[in-house]
């Protein structure tokens, strides 16, 4: 089955290809990074004007690079939320008018659902449920059990901003650009991560994982000890601004990444997983990768840790829209010939 996938929902216009949810014949991404740099971060109405210029070139180009016309998909699948209002509905719109014109049937995917399904795409290997995935983008901080398709719960979210939020805002701090995940990656690789002890919100203690129960997560308190230090430091004279702007973003990716590492194999343990999953832009994350895959190799565990194949399914993307709706519509395949599907902002799961 061939579903034409289509992402608007933040800075990124994307239109894929993907063949039975797995196989990707083409994934178009045209980013608004540049766009939103000018400004430290995305201007939702300037967003949603530039998807409208884009979206149909966008989805031509999909097509063409998969080898196929309209008349060969099978079904549209589309981001209806959580998103910028203005932005979901160019995208929603399109598929709305494609799906019609064409007679077929429209599939409303979630985005945080999208970006659960990104470890799908692109091999063959057999996943094993339950799985515990951790997504972490500018927008969502989820920790999600799995026990199959579309079988998902909710073991715990972020408080108040989102792990890529955090990077965002914690780069702005450090004078390095947008986006600020890569800018903080790229200065932690010359600093020391210890120099500067940052807070952890725990939320509860973790010394005992029997006892653990709190699976939130909260970035806001980092960034305002982040915000102090950086201050106190760049004031200090005769300082060597490029050292102390080094071992801050290491000492803060550190913080954020011991954080999500923690809690994610203490779901996993918990919920007696098979798999657990490393989802969303801060998924590229090389320290964050490191820190999962060297804790269990440690305790020498047979748990399977993924992430997206490669870095242009770890933000967001199209083809991880087509892989949710291939999976959503395997489930109940005979619902979806309405077309007024609602567009949510609400952060919520189906
Ligand atoms: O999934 P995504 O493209 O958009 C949302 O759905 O929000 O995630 C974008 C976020 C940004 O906050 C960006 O700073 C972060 O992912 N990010 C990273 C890295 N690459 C992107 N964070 C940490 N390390 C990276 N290498
Ligand atoms: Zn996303």
Redo the contacts with the bound molecule.
């Keep these: 089955m061939l579903i034409l996938g289509i992402e608007t929902?933040?800075d990124?216009t994307s239109a894929s290809v993907v063949e039975n949810g797995r196989r990707v014949l083409s994934n178009i991404i045209a980013s608004q990074i540049d766009l939103h740099a000018l400004t430290g971060g995305v201007v939702p109405e300037v967003a949603s004007r530039e998807h409208v210029v884009k979206i149909i070139p966008v989805i031509d180009e999909a097509l063409k690079q998969a080898g196929c016309v309209l008349t060969d998909i099978d079904a549209v699948a589309v981001t209806h939320g959580p998103g910028l209002i203005g932005c979901l509905l160019v995208g929603v719109h399109t598929a709305q008018i494609l799906a019609i014109t064409q007679n077929l049937p429209l599939i409303p995917v979630n985005?945080i659902v999208g970006?659960l399904s990104s470890t799908w795409l692109a091999h063959e290997e057999r996943i094993r449920f339950p799985i515990v995935t951790l997504t972490a983008?500018?927008?969502?901080n989820e920790l999600v059990l799995i026990r199959n398709h579309y079988d998902f719960e909710v073991l715990g979210e972020t408080l108040d901003d989102?792990?890529?939020?955090a990077?965002?805002k914690g780069a702005r701090i450090l004078g390095l650009s947008y986006?600020?995940?890569?800018a903080?990656?790229k200065a932690a690789l010359h600093g020391n991560p210890h120099r500067y002890h940052l807070p952890r919100a725990w939320l509860e203690t973790h010394k005992n994982p029997k006892n653990w129960k709190n699976f939130n997560f909260s970035f806001s308190g980092l960034k305002t000890a982040l915000l102090r230090l950086a201050a106190q430091e760049f004031s200090r004279e005769k300082s060597d601004r490029e050292k102390i702007v080094a071992d801050l973003a290491a000492s803060y990716q550190e913080a954020i990444n011991e954080v999500l590492a923690t809690k994610l194999l203490l779901a996993a343990q918990k919920f007696q997983a098979r798999e657990i999953h490393l989802v969303?832009?801060?998924s590229?994350?090389?320290d964050?990768r490191q820190k999962i895959q060297s804790a269990l190799n440690m305790r020498r565990s047979s748990l399977r840790f993924r992430f997206p194949q490669n870095l242009t399914f770890?933000?967001?993307n199209a083809a991880m829209i087509a892989a949710a709706g291939f999976f959503k519509y395997s489930l109940n395949s005979r619902k979806f010939h309405h077309y007024d599907i609602e567009v949510s902002t609400e952060n919520s799961h189906c």
Excluded at 137 to 140: I, L, R
Excluded at 162 to 165: P, V
Excluded at 179 to 182: D, I, L, R, V
């Design positions: 929902s933040c990124e985005h970006h983008s500018g927008g969502h989102a792990a890529g939020e990077y965002d986006p600020g995940g890569p903080i990656a969303g832009g801060v590229a994350n090389q964050l770890c933000t967001d």
